[in-house]
C-alpha cells in the first residue's frame, strides 16, 4: 500500500513559537521554557522501555509493515480527526534505521533522527484525506514503509463535514492506553491541570516572573503543539486544560459546559452583549461559537480560524468580489466592484478592510448585522466615505 510519491521538497522544520499581543511579558517568558523542551512528565531519553510494554506495542498495533523496522502505535489507520496536528507515535527495531520521515499527501512535513525505541512526533494536517506514509530510512536506502489514512473533518468547510464510509473517530482518552502510560503522565491529570484563572485579573497576573511553566501540565508532553501559534486564548496559554475540559467527563476531557455557556463562565460581558439586538447571525445565535474562534490558539487574531476574509467567505463565496456593497446603490452599477480587503480601514485605524467594516460578526440592530452609525441607508458608506465633513 505505498503511497505515490511526487518530487520531495525541503524539509520542514517543526516551527515553534509562543507569543501574544496582550501578554506579551508572560509570552517570552514561557518561551524561553518551552525552548528549553522541559517535559517533565516523559521519561529521560534512555530510559528503558519495560519488556511487557514493548510487547503490548508490538501486539496492539493496528498498521505494521512485513519489516518490522516501523511499527505505528498510534493513531489507527482510517481515523478521523477534528484537530490540525496529527500526533504519531512510533515504535522501532532499534539500529535499522538513521532518519524517520513522515510525509503527508506526498509532501514530507517532518523528520526525525531516531534514538529511542519509541519516538513520538506531530504533523499538521490537511483538510480531507490525509495519506499519511511513515519511511524509515538506513543510509540513504528505504529499510521499511508504512502507510495510513486518516481524514480531517470541518464543520466550516462544506465537503469536509462527513467523513467517507469506513473511517471513525477514535477516542483516545475512552481507551487505557498502557503502552503510552510507560512513558507519559496519563492515568489522573496533575494538580496544575485544575488551576483557575480569573478573567479580571488575568493580564496582570501572568505578565508576573511566576507564569505558569507549560511542563507543569500532565496534557503538555504530548499536547505542546496546541498552544504553539501566534495567538493563544489565556486558559489555554497557562495550561489550565481543565477549566473547560472534564477529567470524569464521558468521553473523558469532553466539555464541562456545552459552548457557549463554558464561554460566559469568564466572558460574562458577552452574555450581556447578546439580548436585546434586532438581528443575528445564524452560527452565532445557534451557539455554534468555535465554528469561527478556535478554543486554544491560532494564527489570527481573537484566535478565530481563518483570517476574517476567508472565514466569511468560505461560507459566503459569493459576497467575495464586493459586488454586493454597491450594486444595491447604484442602478445599473452591476459590473462595479467595492474593494473587502487588500486595503486599510479608513474607519478602523490599524485594521485591514475586511468583511468585519462594514457587518458585525455576531449581530446587531440593523439589517443584514450592518455596523453603521444611523439608522439611514448610506449611514454605513459615511464611516468612510465623507469622513471629512465631520470634524
Ligand atoms: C519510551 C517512552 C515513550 C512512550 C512509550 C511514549 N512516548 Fe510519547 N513522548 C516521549 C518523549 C520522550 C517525548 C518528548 C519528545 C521530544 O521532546 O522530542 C514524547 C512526546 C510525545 C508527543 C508530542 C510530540 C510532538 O512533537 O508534539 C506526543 C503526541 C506523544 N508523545 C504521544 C504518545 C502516545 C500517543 C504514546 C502511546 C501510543 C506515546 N507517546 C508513548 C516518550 C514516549
Ligand atoms: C500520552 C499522550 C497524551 C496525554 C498525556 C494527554 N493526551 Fe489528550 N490526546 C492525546 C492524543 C494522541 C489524542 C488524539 C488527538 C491527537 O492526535 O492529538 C488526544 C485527544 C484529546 C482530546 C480529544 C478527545 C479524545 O479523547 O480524542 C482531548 C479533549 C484531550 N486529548 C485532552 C487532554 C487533556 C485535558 C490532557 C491533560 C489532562 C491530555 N489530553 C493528556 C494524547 C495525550
Ligand atoms: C476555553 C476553554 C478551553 C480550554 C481552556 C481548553 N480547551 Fe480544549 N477544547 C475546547 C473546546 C470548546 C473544544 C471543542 C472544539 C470544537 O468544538 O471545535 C476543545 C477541543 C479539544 C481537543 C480536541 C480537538 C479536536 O477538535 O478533536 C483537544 C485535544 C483539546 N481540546 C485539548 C486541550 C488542551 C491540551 C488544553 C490545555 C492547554 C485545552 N484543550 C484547553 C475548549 C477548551
Ligand atoms: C476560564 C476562563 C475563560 C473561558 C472559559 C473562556 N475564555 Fe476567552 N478569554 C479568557 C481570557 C483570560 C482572555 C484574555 C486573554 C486572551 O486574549 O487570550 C480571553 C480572551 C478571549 C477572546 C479575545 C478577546 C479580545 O477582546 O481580544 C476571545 C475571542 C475569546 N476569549 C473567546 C472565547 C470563547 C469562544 C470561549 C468559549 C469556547 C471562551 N473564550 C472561554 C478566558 C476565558
Ligand atoms: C461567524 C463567525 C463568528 C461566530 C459564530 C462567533 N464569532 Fe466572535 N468574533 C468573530 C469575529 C470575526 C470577531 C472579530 C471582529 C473584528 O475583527 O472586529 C469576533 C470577536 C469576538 C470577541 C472579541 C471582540 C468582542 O466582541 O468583544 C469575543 C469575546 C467573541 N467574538 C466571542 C464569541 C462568542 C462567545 C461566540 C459564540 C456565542 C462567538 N464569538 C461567535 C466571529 C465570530
Ligand atoms: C459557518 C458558516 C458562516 C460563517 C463563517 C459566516 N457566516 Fe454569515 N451566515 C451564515 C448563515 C448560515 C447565514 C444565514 C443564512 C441566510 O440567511 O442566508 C448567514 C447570514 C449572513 C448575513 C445575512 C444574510 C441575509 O440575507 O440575511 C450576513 C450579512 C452575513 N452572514 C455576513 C457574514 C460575515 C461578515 C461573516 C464573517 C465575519 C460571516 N457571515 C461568516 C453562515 C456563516
Ligand atoms: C463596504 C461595506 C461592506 C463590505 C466590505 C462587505 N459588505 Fe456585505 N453587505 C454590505 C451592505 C451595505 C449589504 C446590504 C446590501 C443590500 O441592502 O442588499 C451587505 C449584504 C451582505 C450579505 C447579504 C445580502 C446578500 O447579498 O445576500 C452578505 C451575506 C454579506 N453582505 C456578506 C459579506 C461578506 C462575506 C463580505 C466580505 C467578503 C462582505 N459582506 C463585505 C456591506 C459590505
Ligand atoms: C469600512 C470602510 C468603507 C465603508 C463602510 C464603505 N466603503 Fe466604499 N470604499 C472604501 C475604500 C477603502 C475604498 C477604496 C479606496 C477608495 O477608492 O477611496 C472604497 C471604494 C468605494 C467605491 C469605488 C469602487 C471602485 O469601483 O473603485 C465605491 C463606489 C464605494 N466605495 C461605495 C460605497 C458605498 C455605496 C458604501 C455604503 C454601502 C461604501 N462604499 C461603504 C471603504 C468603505
Redesign the pocket.
Known amino acids: 500500500m505505498g503511497v505515490e510519491r511526487q518530487q520531495k521538497p525541503k524539509r520542514e522544520a517543526l516551527l515553534y513559537s509562543v507569543s501574544c499581543k496582550a501578554i506579551a511579558v508572560g509570552a517570552s517568558l514561557l518561551f524561553l521554557c518551552y525552548l528549553s523542551g522541559c517535559a517533565k512528565t516523559v521519561s529521560q531519553d534512555d530510559t528503558p522501555l519495560p519488556e511487557q510494554i514493548v510487547s503490548e506495542i508490538e501486539q496492539e498495533s493496528p498498521a505494521q509493515s512485513s519489516q518490522n523496522v516501523v511499527t505505528v502505535s498510534y493513531p489507527a489507520d482510517m481515523a478521523v480527526m477534528e484537530y490540525n496536528l496529527l500526533s504519531i507515535s512510533l515504535s522501532l527495531l532499534q539500529g535499522s534505521s538513521d532518519l524517520i520521515e513522515v510525509e503527508v499527501n506526498s509532501q514530507i512535513k517532518t523528520s526525525i533522527v531516531p534514538r529511542r525505541k519509541v519516538e513520538c512526533l506531530s504533523v499538521p494536517l490537511e483538510l480531507g484525506l490525509n495519506k499519511i506514509n511513515i519511511i524509515a530510512k538506513k543510509e540513504d536506502r528505504i529499510a521499511d514503509e508504512v502507510a495510513l489514512n486518516v481524514f480531517r473533518r470541518s464543520d466550516l468547510v462544506g465537503n469536509y463535514e462527513k467523513p467517507p464510509a469506513g473511517f471513525e473517530k477514535d477516542y483516545f482518552h475512552m481507551k487505557d492506553r498502557p503502552q503510552c502510560a510507560a512513558c507519559h503522565h496519563l492515568w489522573e491529570p496533575a494538580e496544575a491541570d485544575n488551576k483557575t484563572i480569573n478573567i479580571e485579573t488575568y493580564a496582570a497576573e501572568v505578565s508576573k516572573d511566576k507564569a505558569p511553566v507549560p511542563a507543569d501540565s500532565s496534557c503538555y508532553s504530548c499536547h505542546r503543539g496546541i498552544a504553539s501559534c501566534s495567538f493563544v486564548h489565556g486558559p489555554a496559554f497557562v495550561w489550565s486544560c481543565l477549566t473547560c475540559h472534564d477529567a470524569r467527563g464521558e468521553p473523558k476531557y469532553s466539555l464541562k459546559y456545552p459552548v457557549p455557556e463554558l464561554c460566559y463562565k469568564c466572558h460574562w460581558e458577552q452574555k450581556q452583549q447578546r439580548s436585546g439586538k434586532k438581528n443575528y447571525h445564524a452560527p452565532y445565535i445557534t451557539d455554534k461559537c468555535c465554528m469561527c474562534h478556535n478554543p486554544h490558539a491560532s494564527e489570527n487574531p481573537c484566535r478565530l480560524d481563518r483570517p476574517v476574509?476567508l472565514l466569511?467567505?468560505s461560507c459566503?463565496p459569493?459576497?467575495?468580489d464586493?459586488r454586493?456593497?454597491v450594486a444595491?446603490y447604484f442602478w445599473g452599477t452591476r459590473h462595479r466592484k467595492?474593494p473587502?480587503?487588500g486595503i486599510p480601514d479608513p474607519s478602523r485605524k490599524g485594521h485591514e478592510?475586511?468583511?468585519a467594516?462594514?457587518?458585525d460578526p455576531h449581530a446587531s440592530d440593523f439589517?443584514?448585522f450592518?455596523s453603521k452609525y444611523g439608522p439611514r441607508s448610506f449611514d454605513?458608506c459615511k464611516k468612510?466615505h465623507y469622513r471629512r465633513d465631520k470634524s
Open positions: 476574509w466569511c467567505v459566503h459569493g459576497q467575495a464586493g454586493h456593497v444595491p467595492h473587502t480587503r478592510l475586511t468583511c467594516s462594514c457587518h439589517p443584514m450592518i454605513l468612510c
